[in-house]
């Protein structure tokens, strides 16, 4: 790539529908192989992957709020509250009363649960970085970017901010 923006002499920014069509399944493809070590973790505890998202955005947040996960993963409350009930039975997750606000609810995780969430995302991990290392930063720092003008902006500000660690 000389430009960036040319690839094999085509151009990327006017993309056939086939190229497209292409990109969309083969992002398909990866999700399924990015989630299939997981789910078999997952399937093994009669767990799915809303638990497993769940865990994941209580641990990369520790105390982050019911409502606050609620817009980080786009569900209803009454889907999260049966993965938090579950987790919470299962001493996975704690729900403590806020300090400040005593109707909300901090979620942590317990040393089970950040037991688990390593399996998880040691297992992703491990597969993110042969593949990075197979393409290369150039294309790590592309798929970022493609990634990142996908998300909706208002997802890309939380995105931003879980990112930041803000």
Known sequence: ??????QGGESLLFLTDEQLRQGSEAMF???RGFTADPDRILDDLAYGRAHHRAIHFINRAPGTT???LLTILGVTKQSLNRVLR???????VESRVGHADKRERHLHLTDAGRALEARLSDAQRARMRAA??????????GFRQVLEAMMDPELRRVYTRLRDGV
């Open 1 to 6: 790539m000389s430009d960036g923006r040319t």
């Open 132 to 141: 990075y290392r197979e393409a290369g930063p150039e294309a790590v720092s």
């Open 86 to 92: 579950t987790l919470v039975e299962d001493g996975l």
């Open 29 to 31: 493809f990866a999700y």
């Open 66 to 68: 019911v409502n606050n």
